[in-house]
Every structure is written in C-alpha cells, then in structure tokens.
C-alpha cells in the first residue's frame, strides 16, 4: 500500500521510500520505519533525534551539537574540543580557523556557507 508522504519542510512524495531515497538519509531504511513505528516524528527519522549535548551558536545561527557545527564549517571534531580550550570562546576559534584557511588558499575561505 503506498501513503503519500510530507516531509519536515513541506515537501510531498508518493510514499515513504521515496521520501526516504531522495532526501539521502544516513540510516537504512528499515531503521527509518523502526523510527516512525517507535513514534518518531518526521523530521527525526530523516535528521535524528537532537540530543541534549552542547548546542553552539555562530553568527546567529544555532547548531544543535558540536559534530554539527564541525560538519558544517569543517572542523575536525577533537581539534575544535582542544582548540576550543585553547582560544576560550567558539568565535575565537573560527577567527583563527578563518584566518588558517585564508593563508593556506591565496585569501579564499573554504568552508560551507
């Protein structure tokens, strides 16, 4: 039987295999219909569930954990904890790591916007 399915940004598909294939997530499948049978909402079987961890917030934007923020702006996980420790404040470090980049690509920051 199919079920035409909306995801957490409105977007409709014909079911939940295809929502499930176009939008790429990093579970299987059957993981994905555990989720919803376990009572999930949409928006935390394609994402994941937010955890109760460290959020951070960068240039008004806040990221639910610290391996999210790393993902984003391409950090290493365990270099931004110790870089952290070391410059004392989330906006110290990214300075820093801006600048890094910068001197290495000729002026040009790399990260995801």
């Not at 939008?23 to 994941?48: H, M, P, Q």
């Amino acid at each position: 039987m199919r079920i035409n399915a909306r995801d957490e940004n409105g977007m409709d598909y014909q079911s939940l295999a295809e929502m499930y294939r176009k939008r790429g997530v990093d579970v299987t499948y059957s993981a994905f219909l555990k989720r919803l049978d376990a009572g999930w909402s949409i928006e935390e079987c394609l994402n994941g569930k937010v955890r109760k961890g460290k959020r951070i917030s960068y240039k008004n934007v806040l990221y639910q954990s610290i391996k999210q923020f790393c993902e984003i702006q391409q950090i290493n996980v365990s270099q931004f904890k110790t870089m952290l420790r070391r410059f004392g404040s989330v906006q110290g470090l990214m300075e820093h790591v801006i600048r890094e980049r910068k001197e290495k690509n000729g002026g040009i920051d790399n990260a995801k916007k």
